[in-house]
């Protein structure tokens, strides 16, 4: 529990497509402009003022997105796990990067998509993904998942790869992805992110980045950092990618507790 249900009023949604949200998987009319629509419309709706916005991995990218376009909604951002979305960040983790730290899954990943089409897998993913060979989807969309929940970790965990074994859990988290990726974020430039950082140089902020994250690498953060000084950033030494891991939530309640007194 990273906040204090007796100080803050919680509000969490699923996306588009995703958890409780229908219909499930649905790509149609899913983009990243959308989302921070719904985002909007939820804290209209909900007679709120302005929030502390928190997120994670593309949880950090939608709270980035939300905050550069409402920067008078947002009170402060709690950011953990810098993704924003660029070429190289797909290429290290989908193409070829994080391959060479966990080869022995890579191959697994590599497996459903035939080696003709391996030059640009997120893309070939994604022509399964969005196929009509139901039992090819499930077969990419598990191995997809099954890809990232065993790097998100600095220590491996079984039980989050078991997660991947769910038809319908791996089939949304894998077609909402690669649906987002396969479409560049639906950014205008590949580093929109940072290059609109500026708008936000007045909303304080914590980034909290595992060290040794193999999904989102210390970079973004980092490059983040350099243009929103008005944030703290704390790489934490022993940890990846999950907002699980020891460190990374001490960090991320140290944080929510600091935003308290706003």
């Known amino acids: 529990q990273y906040f204090d249900p007796e100080f803050y009023r919680i509000i969490i949604f699923d996306q588009r497509g995703a958890g409780k949200s229908t219909p499930h998987a649905c790509l149609d009319e899913n983009d990243t402009w959308s989302l921070v629509s719904d985002i909007e419309k939820l804290r209209l709706h909900l007679g709120i003022d302005k929030w502390v916005v928190f997120g994670g991995s593309w949880g950090s990218t939608l709270a980035l997105v939300y905050a550069i376009t409402h920067p008078n909604c947002v009170k402060a951002l709690i950011l953990r796990g810098i993704f924003t ?23 697994a990943y590599l497996a459903p998509i035939p080696a003709t089409e391996r030059h640009d897998m997120v893309a070939a993913y994604y022509k399964v993904l969005t196929g009509s060979n139901d039992a090819e989807k499930i077969r990419a969309a598990k191995a997809w998942s099954r890809w990232e929940c065993a790097t998100s970790r600095l220590i491996v965990d079984p039980v989050m790869i078991e997660k991947a074994e769910s038809d319908e859990w791996a089939v949304a988290f894998a077609r909402i992805e690669c649906h987002y990726f396969v479409n560049h974020g639906f950014f205008e430039s590949d580093g929109w992110l940072l290059e609109n950082a500026h708008k936000i140089k007045n909303i304080p902020g914590v980034i909290v980045q595992g060290r040794y994250d193999v999904v989102c690498p210390a970079k973004s953060a980092w490059d983040l950092h350099k243009v929103w000084q008005n944030a703290e950033l704390h790489i934490i030494p022993d940890a990846g990618h999950s907002a699980k891991e020891d460190g990374i939530k001490k960090q991320l309640i140290i944080a929510t507790e600091k935003f308290k007194t706003l």
């Open 85 to 107: 979305l660029r070429k190289s960040e797909i290429d290290w983790f989908y193409q070829q990067g994080a391959s060479n730290l966990f080869p022995d899954f890579w191959d």
